[in-house]
């Protein structure tokens, strides 16, 4: 591993230094972090590096320039970071650079359209920040998230797919029919067909130390991180609905106990779900009521549970191998509302699914992924039906692609 090329000098309760951090972590660029609170020689560098003032945050490259309180963009220029499309108009426009959209970008450029991505922070999506993927075929021994997402912007770059990064875009604007794509600097983005692949987001408690220990104990998968605890004691899942009841009995194919944390006083899951977690003999063991209050670790790995009784206001402590946390998924779906046909939570309805209201207000069928507005299409987590997996992703990538492909063509 290289050492951080970049030092960002701040202190903790500083904003913009947290905005700055975060900016360079979505980006996947690694930085050293110095809070001057604690260091005083590295607070004397800054007030000498700012002519006596002491300005954070102060970050400072590897060829000794600095930037003092950049805002993203100045940052992003710093970084090299394209951010200016090349082109006015592209063939093919894709939001979100996860799999399904780098995968779209592959297909969709390797036949001579001319696309666009555009991504608002790391290219990779949620596989990107994925520390090992055991089950993505062809790598026998699983490969890390931000290798294969590296690999995929490689092959969409071979086939000059423009990338843009640090790019948000807003919302969508409606010209003569055409739907183009708007960032928040009103920038309008022309094409001739749109792909919206920005994934989801998990919902998370937001109890103390969730976010230290994600991926350290803490996980969102079970199919995809379940084996790593093969032969623990316990594990715990916080959530009573279908994913949290079907995800926790998987994983007690890995652990001898597992433990469902509920808030409410029954599990919403499906009936033969629950039957089957509750039948005599079952290793899943229920708690309701039961509120996560923190997750507290050793050795910068999660260890145990703190968990708050809703109703008598008891508290109690639980070591597990690991939490997983099923307590939804928040579709990054917001910038379309009132654009396109969604579900009640927000993941964009595509072709079959698509209720025939939909289709008769639309006044057309739907092709496979496309959306409620003609020449708009969804692909992966963001798209209703999904099943949240990155080669299911990478699958639904490419099928849009190919139905891109024959919008166009009749176009
Ligand atoms: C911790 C973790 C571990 C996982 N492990 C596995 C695993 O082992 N195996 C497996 O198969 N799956 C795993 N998954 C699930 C898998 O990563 C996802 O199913 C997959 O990445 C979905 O791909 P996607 O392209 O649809 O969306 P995403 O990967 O979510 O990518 C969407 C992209 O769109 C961008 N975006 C969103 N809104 C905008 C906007 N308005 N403008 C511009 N860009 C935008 C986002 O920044 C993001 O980069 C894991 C997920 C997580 C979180």
């Known amino acids: 591993m290289t050492e951080p090329q970049i030092t960002v000098y701040g202190a903790y309760w500083c904003p913009d230094c947290r905005r700055a951090k975060q900016f360079l972590g979505e980006q996947f660029i690694p930085y050293n972090w110095v809070d001057i609170e604690q260091d005083p020689v590295a607070e004397q560098l800054v007030i000498e590096k700012n002519n006596g003032k002491r300005i954070i945050p102060t970050i400072v490259f590897a060829d000794g ?21 090349r082109m006015s108009y592209d063939d093919l426009i894709i939001i979100g650079g996860g799999p399904a959209g780098l995968t779209a970008a592959i297909y969709a450029a390797r036949e001579g359209a001319q696309t666009l991505l555009i991504e608002r922070s790391g290219l990779g999506g949620q596989a990107g920040i994925t520390v090992g993927i055991d089950n993505f ?9 931000l290798e294969l997402s590296a690999r995929m912007v490689e092959q969409a770059r071979r086939f000059n797919v423009e990338i843009l990064q640090a790019q948000e875009i807003g919302h969508l604007a409606l010209h003569d029919g055409y739907a183009c794509a708007v960032n928040a600097a009103e920038q309008h983005y022309h094409s001739g067909a749109i ?15 969730e976010a230290d220990y994600i991926g350290a104990g803490i996980h969102f998968c079970a199919t995809c991180d379940g084996p790593f605890y093969k032969g623990a004691k316990e594990i715990v899942v916080v959530g009573g609905g279908n994913s949290a009841v079907e995800e926790g009995l998987h994983l007690t194919n890995f652990a001898d106990k597992v433990t469902l944390f509920v808030r409410g006083d029954q599990l919403t899951a499906s009936q033969i779900a629950i039957e089957k977690a509750t039948a005599p003999g079952s290793r899943i ?34 070591d597990a191998a690991a939490a997983f946390i099923f307590i939804g998924q928040t579709p990054n779906s917001a910038f379309l509302q009132g654009d396109v046909a969604m579900d009640e939570q927000g993941f964009i309805l595509t ?54 492909r024959e919008f166009l063509r009749k176009r």
């Open 65 to 85: 320039s600095l930037l003092v309180e950049p805002s993203n963009a100045e940052l992003a220029r710093k970084l090299n970071l394209t951010t200016v499309a």
């Open 137 to 145: 075929p062809g790598f026998p021994q699983g490969i890390g998230g």
């Open 195 to 209: 792909l919206i692949a920005t994934g989801a987001s998990y919902r998370r408690t937001e109890a103390s130390g």
């Open 285 to 318: 063991n229920v708690s309701f009521n039961t509120a996560v209050a923190a997750f507290e670790g050793e050795n910068a790995k999660l260890k145990r549970v703190k968990v708050r009784n809703r109703v008598t206001g008891a508290t109690s402590a639980i």
């Open 351 to 404: 072709g079959h699914d698509l209720s025939h209201a939909a289709i008769a207000t639309a006044g057309y069928r739907p092709a496979p992924f496309e959306t409620s507005l003609p020449g708009l299409f969804a692909a992966g987590d963001v798209r209703h039906g999904s099943v949240k997996q990155v080669a299911s992703a990478v699958g639904e990538g490419a099928a849009a692609a190919i139905a891109i």
